[in-house]
């Protein structure tokens, strides 16, 4: 079994088959999904669809790219889903993003802080975006690991082994999306030797970056068999060790809520 722990399934591409996806992403094996917002519209969308499928569970937050455009009450709409829905299972998607540059560094670092501090008032993890921002990332991470460990994963990881390894000695997880199985990413797959097998998670990110051999189709949960594939080979462990260890990493960080509250209603 294998859990996909990063999609967005409110993205208008599932809008009309989100059903038979989620019944592929089953037939595959994946035993859950993890739902990101990345706004305060879609985060209660993935709240929404959390709460209508058994299988998808939520996380809440402002992305990065997207806390420029971000009104004052739509923290508070976030700390409000994260304190009330017990389908809530992380905060995020939250980080920093210099490629895209979409928001000020300032406001960036203002809504990663008001992530991480969230996520330690309710003792829930959180999921990190980083693109093009590493050093500022792990500065960032190393002044809130000083307070206390940090329950976070890093996800579809990007950066170089250096990177990768002081984010393990920060106690995170690593998480890796489509793109490791791309031919270029030969650096992606040196990270992915490197990371231990129980600080190792995986992911889609759907509906973007869809891994080979499904490269350039709408990506969606069920692809998340492709990258995990690739990544026992890669590791040289058996399959099925793969999909056992990084589910049991994947149950550990985000631990889900009780067996009632997931009796969702389809
Ligand atoms: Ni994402």
């Known amino acids: 079994m294998l859990i996909d722990t990063h999609a967005h399934l409110f993205d208008d591409r599932f809008r009309h088959d989100l059903p038979a996806v989620l019944e592929r992403a089953a ?26 499928y058994s299988l998808v569970v939520a996380a809440v937050g402002i992305q990065p790219n997207h806390a420029a455009e971000a009104a004052p009450d739509d923290w508070d709409a976030i700390v409000t889903l994260a304190e009330r829905e017990p389908r809530v299972v992380a905060i995020g998607e939250t980080g920093l993003d210099r490629y895209w540059d979409r928001t000020p560094l300032a406001v960036q670092q203002d809504y990663f802080a008001r992530h991480i501090e969230l996520a330690r008032r309710l003792n829930k993890p959180f999921v990190i975006h980083c693109r093009d921002a590493e050093a500022d990332v792990v500065n960032m991470l190393r002044r809130y690991a000083a307070q206390g460990p940090l329950r976070a994963v890093m996800h579809s990881f990007s950066g170089d082994r250096a990177t990768a390894h002081a984010c393990l000695e920060l106690g995170l997880y690593i998480s890796f999306a489509g793109m490791v199985t791309y031919p270029t990413a030969q650096n992606l797959r040196e ?70 509250q997931l009796e969702a209603r389809n």
């Open 191 to 260: 990270v992915a030797q490197d990371v231990p097998l129980e600080r190792l998670l995986v992911e889609t990110d759907s509906p973007y970056l869809a891994p080979q051999p499904v490269r350039g189709r709408r990506n969606e949960p069920a692809y998340v068999v492709h990258t995990a594939t690739f990544l026992a080979q890669v590791k040289n462990v058996r399959l099925e060790d793969l999909e056992n260890q990084t589910t049991r990493n994947a149950q550990e960080l985000f631990g889900w809520p009780q067996q009632t």
């Open 27 to 52: 037939a595959a094996g994946v035993e859950r999904v993890i739902c990101l917002g990345i706004d305060r519209a879609s985060s209660l969308q993935s709240v929404d669809i959390a709460n209508r």
